[in-house]
């Protein structure tokens, strides 16, 4: 069976574009935002931290409590600068 040019070069870009997409992936991910060792004063925040970071968790930002249509009934903030 003989491949055209126009074919075999459309499966060259195909395989080259996947290449750039997978490098590309692998390096977002090869660049962790904390060292490689842990210091000696790590604190109980950066190791959750870290741990959340390595699971790829990630925390939704919530809306004011008033303003919550899921709050529960007969709630109300704790901290006056969230009204």
């Known amino acids: 069976m003989k491949t055209t ?4 070069i459309g499966r060259i870009l195909t395989l080259l574009l996947f290449a750039i997409v997978v490098l590309l992936a692998f390096g977002v991910h090869a660049q962790p ?3 490689a060792f842990p210091p000696s004063n790590v604190t109980a925040m950066q190791d959750r931290d870290q741990m959340v970071w390595q699971l790829g968790i990630t925390f939704p930002t919530l809306p004011p409590k008033l303003q919550d249509l899921n709050r529960p009934l007969k709630s109300f903030p704790s901290d006056a600068a969230n009204f």
């Open 5 to 8: 040019l126009p074919s075999l």
């Open 33 to 35: 935002p904390f060292p």
